[in-house]
């Protein structure tokens, strides 16, 4: 049995899918019940409900256990505290492995997200756990977010410049990589950057996504005070704000590069191109 936090998360439900499709159980960790039908519709084996920060929940959650990948939710400012009660809890339920969802290049101070995540390796360093490390690129996943904006208006609006360099990762490759070390051997005090592709500019996504749609997209920069306004008016908190901005100037300044290789060779074959990400959400329903 396999032990996933933040279960109710798109990185979480997607690599219990993984799991899942390997024939390995896997309970789902999740802060609210409200997410366990959906859990338990993608085949969670079983769902237990707390908070990253409920020592009592989290030692609950970790018995009969074999693995624990550990996510936590998207620019908490917690993520450090979170964990460090799931290192605990882990060792003291004596889980044989742990595996950690970081991120790609968490050195750059100047994304206090990636920066924390930095310090979670540290932390698991020290601990007297097995765990590897696996450091995602920004999820394909992540355009989805403007695929209306495509289909009706043709346009790829992004907080920087239409020259900023991103490598990219298809999210269930991401889950596929991260099935395989969590159920198999040879993985362990291992640190994968999970990449997809090459660096790519906003033009070239833009046009990827116009093959796939079958109409003209143009990226378009727009200023990170007007990415701002829409975000409060969609009901973001401050915190996470604050967090993306600076993710958005760091992004402008030096993008998010990284190689694929590694990823190739966990999985088996070459990681899913752009394109084929693209033409397979084309025909898909809109969520």
Known sequence: MILVTSAGGKAGR?????????????????RSAAHSEALKGIGAADVAIGALDDDAALL??????DAVYHICPNASP???????????????????????????????????????????????????????ILQPTAYMQNILGERERMTTEGLYRVPYPVETMLS?????????????????????FATYELVGTAPLDQNEIAATFAAAL???????????????????????????VTVLTKMFV??????????????????????????????????QPKA
């Open 14 to 30: 997607a690599v219990i899918a993984a799991l899942v499709a390997r024939g390995i159980a896997a309970r789902a960790f999740a």
């Open 60 to 65: 609950r959650a970790m018995q009969d256990i």
């Open 168 to 188: 990219l990762v298809d999210l269930d490759d991401v889950a596929a990589a991260a099935a395989r070390v969590l159920t198999e051997d040879g993985h362990a």
């Open 250 to 283: 760091s992004y402008a300044g030096d993008g998010l590069k990284g190689n694929p290789n590694v990823l190739g060779w966990l999985l088996g074959r070459k990681p899913t191109t752009l394109a084929e990400f693209a033409a397979r959400v084309a025909v």
């Open 78 to 132: 917690h993520e450090v505290a979170y964990a460090d009660a799931v290192i605990a809890a882990a060792e003291a339920a004596e889980v044989p492995r742990l595996v950690y969802h970081s991120v790609l290049h968490p050195q750059i101070e100047t994304m206090p997200h990636h920066f924390a995540k930095m310090r979670v390796e540290e932390m698991l360093f020290s601990s007297e756990l097995n765990f590897t």
């Open 214 to 240: 079958g109409r003209e997209v143009r990226a378009e920069a727009e200023s990170v005070k007007a990415w701002q306004a829409r975000a409060r008016i969609d009901g973001m908190d401050e915190h996470t």
